[in-house]
């Protein structure tokens, strides 16, 4: 079985740029959640979504936005890029519809976002 | 937010047992503390997840104290290939996700 899996792996912004950063869930998994992992620091909570609902917000500005779509794909958009919007972004599938921290969380590869 | 915090970096040889200690703050009383592992340019995998008292598994053990105030990840006998970065993950009062900063482990031969 395929694991999650993100698009585009690496790509290049620059400031005042908008991005839309792709995700598939494991087969059968109906929550998605994103994260921001800035180099040598955790990831942060970004989005969680089942069913198509938002479940859980992190402390992100209105910039970022994202929804889920009827196949449980996803999509994060970040608008007005900043230099601080740099980073790995994480997206990651569970069984569970949250907000909870029940279960394991399967990770993507990441999104790895430069913004010049 | 759940305030976690680790420390930031702990060196082991290989064959020693590797004990991580997680304290966290405002965390929901009904939901799991769980720990994941992170190597370079990979994303997080889960090693281990538990509510109360002491879980093992075949790669970790886990312990919570009543008061779960904190949380203790044991790797017993590390391996060269036991290097990486990992992080406790809790759930906040606010129903948020929270990471902690990641403890650096490196194992030496």
């Known amino acids: 079985d395929a694991g999650v899996t993100q698009s585009p792996t690496h790509l290049i912004k620059t400031r005042g740029q908008h991005v839309t950063l792709r995700c598939s869930p494991i087969s059968g998994h109906k929550s998605v959640s994103w994260y921001q992992q800035v180099l040598g620091q955790g990831p942060q909570f970004i989005f969680q979504y089942y069913e198509k609902e938002e479940r859980g917000r992190g402390n992100f500005p209105d910039r970022f936005s994202a929804r889920q779509f009827p196949n449980y794909s996803s999509e994060l958009n970040v608008n007005a890029l900043l230099l601080g919007d740099s980073a790995l972004y994480l997206c990651?599938?569970?069984?569970?519809?949250?907000?909870?921290?029940?279960?394991?969380?399967?990770f993507g590869e990441g999104s790895r976002l430069t913004v010049l | 937010l759940a305030k976690t915090t680790q420390p930031i970096s702990m060196d082991s040889y290989e064959g020693q047992e590797v004990n991580i200690t997680c304290s966290h703050n405002n965390i929901a009383t009904n939901d799991y503390i769980t720990w994941y592992q992170q190597f370079p340019s990979q994303g997080p995998r889960f090693i281990i997840q538990g509510y109360k008292t002491k879980v093992t598994n075949e790669v970790a053990s886990l312990f919570i104290p009543a008061d779960r105030k904190s949380s203790t990840l044991s790797l017993p006998r590390v391996s060269l290939s036991d290097t990486a970065v990992y992080y406790c993950?809790?759930?906040?009062?606010?129903?948020?996700?929270?990471f902690g900063a990641g403890t650096t482990v490196t194992v030496r031969a």
């Open positions: 990651a599938s569970s069984f569970f519809q949250g907000p909870s921290n029940t279960g394991e969380l399967f």
């Open positions: 993950l809790a759930l906040g009062v606010d129903y948020k996700l929270s």
